[in-house]
């Protein structure tokens, strides 16, 4: 899935802040919902404009980002 099609990032819409795309629900609301124990059906619950295939699509972009080998690129990006 293309980047494009999950997350969007204006700053007419929260200040520039990524959100799922089509929405006004910043992405960061996912990792915070999971960290605290919520099932992901409940995130989705608490969020109806966002579907399952978007928070699906970022968790899997996240899982290769993080499991990537080249890390060190990461590092860089956020140094």
């Known amino acids: 899935m293309d980047i494009k099609t999950l997350i969007s990032s204006d700053h007419e819409v929260l200040g520039g802040q990524p959100v799922f795309a ?4 910043p992405v960061e609301s996912l990792f915070d919902h999971l960290e605290a124990g919520v099932s992901l059906d409940e995130f989705l619950d608490d969020f109806p404009t966002v579907t399952k295939e978007q928070a699906i699509g970022v968790l899997d ?3 290769k980002v993080l499991s990537s080998k ?3 690129q990461l590092y860089a ?3």
């Not at 089509?22 to 629900?25: I, L």
């Open 22 to 25: 089509g929405t006004r629900v």
């Open 61 to 63: 972009m996240a899982n």
């Open 70 to 72: 080249n890390i060190e």
């Open 77 to 79: 990006a956020v140094a």
